[in-house]
Structures are given as structure tokens and as C-alpha cells.
T-cell receptor, first 114, second 117 residues
Framework: ETGVTQSPTHLIKTRGQQVTLRCSSQSGHNTVSWYQQALGQGPQFIFQYYREEENGRGNFPPRFSGLQFPNYSSELNVNALELDDSALYLC?????????????FGPGTRLLVL | DQQVKQNSPSLSVQEGRISILNCDYTNSMFDYFLWYKKYPAEGPTFLISISSIKDKNEDGRFTVFLNKSAKHLSLHIVPSQPGDSAVYFCAASVAGIYGGSQGNLIFGKGTKLSVKP
């Protein structure tokens, strides 16, 4: 069973630029969630996608957007990058079905905004 | 306002002894709780979960206890091993209609566990 993968592992951008982060879900999973983890903090929920539609959103501005594709892979897009967007971005996948659902995380993408 | 609190930033334990990591929550709507372990440069790894209909769940060396009246849960690791040294996150959510967690996991800030040989 293939685990959750994310790309790239590291990224450096400048303020005002746009960035796209990618995630491949674990095999058999149909739900993907994105989290932002700042240094010394726990992960914070950005949004979740189920069957290619946004299915819940945390307290993040609209410049954070996402997509889920038919193969359940996903993208996180951030426009107009700000210095505070520097963080570890985590993708988690899960399988929504009748016997419970646990989110499994990828290794993350570390984004640095200069 | 932090809904999930891990008040101990760090914990040091001798190999072979018990490690007890604590977590408190404020939102009474939470009914599904998870513990994750995180090594540097890796994503969080799922350890164990518990739903609010239980007060204990055990998996090998890991046991999670839930006290709903106190809004408190704890993770016990027995016996502790040096490989357990990592940051441990407590997370909570409202259970989905199928059980398990759904969507918005709320995390604590983590507790760094050091297990000394």
C-alpha cells in the first residue's frame, strides 16, 4: 500500500508570488485534508476535499485554494504569498466509509517566503 | 482560544519506564480523539485513537485513556524505548457520520518526549 506523498519537499518563494503544492493520497483513500504547521505549533486545518469538492474549511483567507482530482490526488494553491505563510504544509488522506476514518499524513512541504 | 491543550512542552523518561503524555480539551462537542507522533523532517504518524463512547483503548505498548467529565485524555507508553523519542500531538474532532474523525482535526502544540537509555 503506497503512503501519502507530497512534492516538492522544500520551496523558497518571494512575497507576492504564487505557489502550488501537490499531494498523492494513500491508495484507496478518497478524502484529502491540508494543514499548515508553523514553527512550535500544532498543525492547523486549511480545508478538506471529498469527491473533488471542498468539504470544510478552516480560518484561512480565499487566497488559499485547492483542487482534488479524479484519482484523489490534490493541489494546494496559495496566491499573493506573505511572509507569515512560511510553514510546513501537510497533506492527509483518509477513506470515508462505514467503519471509521483516520487521517494519514504525508511528509510535508516546507515553504519559505522571503 | 486553544481548544486542545498540551501543557507540557517536554517530558524526559528513562528507558523501560512509563511515559504519560497529557492533553486537555475545552469543546464538549469533540467526540473523537487521536494521538500522532512526529519525527523531525517527517509528517505526523498516526498512533492510536479513541471515540467518546470508550474510556480506554489499547494497542501494544500504547494506551489512551479518556475522561470525558474532566475533558482530559492521556497517552501511556509502556515500556518506553529510545525510538519513542519524538514530538507527540493530541488531536480532536467531531466524529463523522461513519465514525472516525471527519474534516477538521484540532491539534495541540505537542509534547517533546525524550527517552534516555
Amino acid at each position: 500500500e503506497t503512503g501519502v506523498t507530497q512534492s516538492p519537499t522544500h520551496l523558497i518563494k518571494t512575497r507576492g508570488q504564487q505557489v502550488t503544492l501537490r499531494c498523492s493520497s494513500q491508495s484507496g483513500h478518497n478524502t484529502v485534508s491540508w494543514y499548515q504547521q508553523a514553527l512550535g505549533q500544532g498543525p492547523q486545518f486549511i480545508f478538506q476535499y471529498y469527491r473533488e469538492e471542498e468539504n470544510g474549511r478552516g480560518n484561512f483567507p480565499p487566497r488559499f485554494s485547492g483542487l482534488q482530482f479524479p484519482n484523489y490526488s490534490s493541489e494546494l494553491n496559495v496566491n499573493a504569498l506573505e511572509l507569515d505563510d512560511s510553514a510546513l504544509y501537510l497533506c492527509a488522506s483518509s477513506r470515508r466509509q462505514g467503519s471509521g476514518e483516520t487521517q494519514y499524513f504525508g511528509p510535508g512541504t516546507r515553504l519559505l517566503v522571503l | 482560544d486553544q481548544q486542545v491543550k498540551q501543557n507540557s512542552p517536554s517530558l524526559s523518561v528513562q528507558e523501560g519506564r512509563i511515559s504519560i503524555l497529557n492533553c486537555d480539551y475545552t469543546n464538549s462537542m469533540f467526540d473523537y480523539f487521536l494521538w500522532y507522533k512526529k519525527y523531525p523532517a517527517e509528517g505526523p504518524t498516526f498512533l492510536i485513537s479513541i471515540s467518546s463512547i470508550k474510556d480506554k483503548n489499547e494497542d501494544g505498548r500504547f494506551t489512551v485513556f479518556l475522561n470525558k467529565s474532566a475533558k482530559h485524555l492521556s497517552l501511556h507508553i509502556v515500556p518506553s524505548q529510545p525510538g519513542d523519542s519524538a514530538v507527540y500531538f493530541c488531536a480532536a474532532s467531531v466524529a463523522g457520520i461513519y465514525g472516525g474523525s471527519q474534516g477538521n482535526l484540532i491539534f495541540g502544540k505537542g509534547t517533546k518526549l525524550s527517552v534516555k537509555p
